[in-house]
């Protein structure tokens, strides 16, 4: 059996992981606010977006407690999500949007770069190959190869 003072450790440090959680959570929620990607697009990310708080809530309160989930770990963490909520969530808004905003647009600019250079290896790509049509077209054909021998029926 842990001591009291453990448990409270453990407690006050699950209730900042709820916290952070909190943090995490608004700052996705206003991310897909701003954003407005399509249904499908959300699905994807809501996905991976679960998948990567699995790994972070397990890892952390494997650190925090080696794995060990009790009441009071459950507790703690939506009594964090819970003080984010009441305490924080209003005041982290504003801030929060303008980070969100900034990486929307961030992320708008990186893609339309992404097109950009795959237009040009397209154009690229397809200037290439209609230099070599031509090439074949006027007569430059590559080489034959040599006409094979006739051997001498026996």
Request: proline residues 5%.
């Amino acid at each position: 059996m842990i001591g009291w003072s453990l448990q409270v450790q453990v407690f006050l440090r699950t209730m900042v992981l709820g916290l952070v959680l909190g943090l995490v959570f608004h700052f996705y929620w206003l991310l897909l606010r701003t954003a407005r990607p399509s249904r499908r697009l959300i699905t994807l990310t809501d996905i991976l977006f679960c998948l990567f708080l699995l790994l972070f809530i397990g890892g952390t309160l494997l650190l925090i407690n080696a794995g060990e989930v009790r009441f009071y770990v459950w507790l703690a963490l939506f009594s964090g999500g819970w003080l984010y909520k009441a305490w924080l969530f209003a005041g982290l808004t504003p801030v929060l949007g303008k980070i969100c905003r900034g990486t929307v647009r961030v992320g708008r600019w990186t893609l339309r770069l992404g097109q950009m250079i795959l237009r040009s290896v397209r154009d690229c790509r397809q200037s290439v190959g209609k230099m070599w049509i031509n090439r074949w077209k006027r007569g430059k054909t590559p080489p034959e190869s040599p006409p094979e021998e006739e051997k001498p029926s026996a």
